[in-house]
C-alpha cells in the first residue's frame, strides 16, 4: 500500500529550514531510533540547498509504502528541469538511488528502509502527511508576504496597463482628430454650382485608422474627387494619411491626368519609406461641363456608378496599378468614362464591405449591390446615408472593426453651350485698353447686363495693372493669357502670367476705418475686386499664376 505524503515546492532557504523542522518532528514518529530524524533531516536539506543552488525550479515528493515483512519504505523524489547529480552523502544515507529522466525534466529519487513500528499504517501515513503539509506561522508569514509581493505586483502592472491604455487612448484619439481635420465636412460645399451634388462620410471605428476622402475643384472646369484607405492604424496612419492627401491636391494643381497625379504621389510616397505604409486609392476628375470622367484606381476597392435606379450598377473594375507607396517609379494608368445627367459615382473603403455581424458574416460587396438595386435614389446625402444604416443594421451590434467611409457624386448634366473669349496680351500698359475694348464688345454681343460688364473691366484693369507693374523682374516681353466664358448662370475670367509667384488675394484687406495717412498703402484695388465679383481664386499652376474671377448672372446668388 503506498500514501502519498506530498510535494514541497523549494524556492528558498527558508523553505529548507522549515522542511527540515518538519523532517525531524516526522522521523521521531517513524522511527524510535532518536539519531534517524536527525540524520533525515540533515541529508534532505542539504540536497535541497545543493540543487537549490542548481536548479531555477526544485519540488520535494514523499510517499510512504507498506512493505508485507514488516518494513516501511520511505520514498523521497527531488524533480527539477535541470540536471540532477547524485553525491556521496547521499548515497550513502539511502538504500537505494536512483536517477531517471522525466517528462519535464530529471529525478533523483531515495528510498530508505524503516522498521514498522506497529499500529494503523493508514493513520500512521496520514498523521506523517498531516507534518509534512501543515504550515507553520514562519511558513505562514512568508505565503502572506509572498502574497502581499504579488498584490504589489498585480497592482502595478495594472497602474502600466492603465496608463498604457490611456496612452493608447490618448494616441487613437490624436489620430481621429487628424483625421477628421483634414476632411471637408461642410454640405453642401459647393451650394452655387449646379452641375453635381456631392456628399460623403466617414464613420470611424475604435481603432481609428487612415481612411480618407477629398474634393476640390482644379480649375473652372475640372473637379477632383477620391477616396483611400491608409495601412495600419492610429496616430502613424493618420499622419500618412494627411501627407498622402496634401501631396495629392498638390500634384493636381497643374494636372488633368489622374494616372499623372498618381505616378508623381507614389514616386514620394515609395522614397525612404521605412515603414512600409502604403495606401490604397481610387481618384476621379470630372469636366462638369462634359461629363467626362477620367479615373485612376491604385489598388483600391472597385466603385460603382448608378445610371439607372433598379438596374444593375456599373462595377469600375479596372486596376491601373498597385496600391500607393510601395514600388517606385510604377507608370500608373487611367481609365475613361461620360456621365449622363442623373448618374451617380459611388466610391467606398473595405469598412464597408468588410463590415462584421455577430456571426462573424462579411457585409460583402453583393449585399452593396443588392442593397443599391433595391433603394429608391433621390440625391447623394440620403444614398451614403441609407448604405451606412444598413450597414450598422446588418452588424447588428458587433464591434466596427474598420473606418467606414462612403462618398457619392451626382452629376446633373450640366453640359452646356458656353461663349469664350481668348486674347494674348504683352505686358505693357496700353494693352490694358485693347482688351477692355475687346471685352466689352464680345459681352455685349451676348447680352450680358452693362452693370457686370463694368464690375469685370474694373478688376480686370487692377489685376493686369499690377501684373505688368510688379510681377516680372526683367525688361523682356512677356505674354498675359485672358480668358472670359460666358455660362447661362454665370461669367468666368481666368488671367494667367508667367512672373513672380504672387497671390493677391493672401493679403489683409486694408482697415477702411482709419483716417488716410494711417492706411497701409496698396490693397484696396484687390479689396475692390472681392467686392466686384462673387468669387476669387488664386493658383500657382505649371510655373503660372491663374487668378480666376466668377460672376453671378441675372441676379443669382451664389448661396
Known amino acids: 500500500m503506498i500514501i502519498d505524503l506530498g510535494h514541497i515546492n523549494v524556492n528558498s532557504v527558508g523553505t529548507i529550514q522549515q522542511i527540515r523542522k518538519k523532517l525531524l518532528v516526522a522521523g521521531s ?4 531510533d532518536p539519531i534517524l530524524p536527525t540524520r533525515l533531516a540533515s541529508i534532505v536539506s542539504q540536497t535541497c540547498k545543493t540543487y537549490l543552488n542548481q536548479a531555477d525550479h526544485l519540488v520535494l515528493g514523499m510517499q510512504l509504502t507498506d512493505q508485507d515483512s514488516g518494513y516501511l519504505t520511505l520514498l523521497l523524489t527531488f524533480s527539477s528541469r535541470n540536471h540532477l547529480p547524485t553525491f556521496s552523502a547521499l548515497t550513502n544515507f539511502f538504500d537505494n538511488i536512483e536517477k531517471r529522466r522525466a517528462n519535464e525534466g530529471y529525478e533523483v529519487i ?20 498531516r507534518i509534512l503539509q501543515e504550515k507553520s506561522r514562519d511558513e505562514l508569514m512568508e505565503e502572506i508576504k509572498a502574497k502581499n509581493e504579488e498584490l504589489n505586483e498585480s497592482l502595478e502592472n495594472l497602474r502600466t496597463t492603465r496608463s498604457a491604455k490611456e496612452r493608447m487612448e490618448s494616441e487613437l484619439n490624436i489620430g481621429r482628430d487628424i483625421q477628421m481635420s483634414m476632411l471637408p465636412l461642410d454640405f453642401p460645399p459647393f451650394p452655387h454650382r449646379h452641375e453635381f451634388d456631392i456628399y460623403a462620410l466617414l464613420h470611424p471605428a475604435r481603432e481609428v485608422g487612415g481612411d480618407f476622402y477629398d474634393f476640390f475643384f482644379i ?7 477620391c477616396v483611400g484607405d491608409v495601412s495600419g492604424k492610429g496616430v502613424p496612419a493618420s499622419l500618412f494619411m494627411a501627407v498622402t492627401k496634401t501631396m495629392i491636391k498638390s500634384k493636381a494643381a497643374d494636372d488633368y491626368s489622374t494616372a499623372s497625379i498618381i505616378t508623381q504621389v507614389n514616386d514620394e510616397l515609395s522614397k525612404d519609406n521605412k515603414s512600409s505604409m502604403f495606401v490604397t486609392l481610387f481618384i476621379c476628375i470630372l ?87 433595391r433603394i429608391s435614389v433621390t440625391g447623394p446625402d440620403p444614398l451614403t446615408e441609407s448604405i451606412l444604416e444598413e450597414i450598422k443594421t446588418f452588424e447588428n451590434g458587433a464591434d466596427q472593426a474598420d473606418d467606414i467611409t462612403l462618398l457619392t457624386l451626382r452629376y446633373k448634366g450640366a453640359r452646356q453651350e458656353a461663349q469664350t473669349l481668348e ?42 495693372n499690377n501684373i505688368i507693374s510688379y510681377s516680372y523682374t526683367d525688361e523682356a516681353t512677356h505674354e498675359i493669357k485672358v480668358e472670359a466664358v460666358i455660362y447661362s448662370n454665370r461669367m468666368v475670367m481666368v488671367i494667367s502670367d508667367d512672373g513672380r509667384p504672387f497671390n493677391p488675394f493672401g493679403l489683409n484687406p486694408p482697415d477702411t476705418t482709419l483716417p488716410l495717412e494711417e492706411r497701409q498703402i496698396g490693397g484696396l484695388g484687390i479689396h475692390l475686386v472681392q467686392n466686384l465679383m462673387d468669387e ?24
Do not use: W
Open 29 to 32: 514518529r517513524l522511527s524510535a
Open 110 to 129: 531515495g528510498q530508505l528502509a524503516l522498521p514498522a513500528s506497529g499500529g494503523s499504517f493508514e493513520l500512521l501515513g496520514e498523521e506523517i502527511r
Open 219 to 225: 480649375d473652372e472646369n475640372h473637379f477632383c474627387f
Open 287 to 373: 469636366n462638369v461641363h462634359t461629363g467626362k470622367m477620367v479615373f485612376t484606381n491604385a489598388g483600391h476597392n472597385p466603385p460603382y456608378i448608378i445610371r439607372e435606379a433598379g438596374k444593375d450598377p456599373e462595377r469600375l473594375a479596372t486596376l491601373h496599378g498597385p496600391v500607393l507607396g510601395a514600388i517606385e517609379e510604377m507608370a500608373y494608368k487611367e481609365g475613361t468614362t461620360i456621365l449622363n445627367t442623373d448618374d451617380y459615382v459611388l466610391l467606398y473603403t473595405d469598412g464597408v464591405t468588410e463590415a462584421m455581424n455577430l456571426a462573424n458574416e462579411l457585409y460583402s460587396e453583393q449585399r452593396l449591390v443588392n442593397f443599391i438595386q
Open 423 to 464: 486674347i494674348l496680351l504683352e505686358n505693357r500698359m496700353e494693352e490694358i485698353s485693347r482688351f477692355i475694348q475687346t471685352f466689352t464688345a464680345f459681352a455685349k454681343e451676348h447680352q450680358v447686363e452693362n452693370s457686370v460688364i463694368q464690375k469685370f473691366c474694373l478688376s480686370a484693369d487692377d489685376m493686369l
Open 536 to 559: 476669387t481664386d488664386y493658383q500657382r499652376r505649371a510655373g503660372y499664376n491663374v487668378v480666376t474671377l466668377s460672376k453671378y448672372l441675372n441676379g443669382e446668388s451664389p448661396v
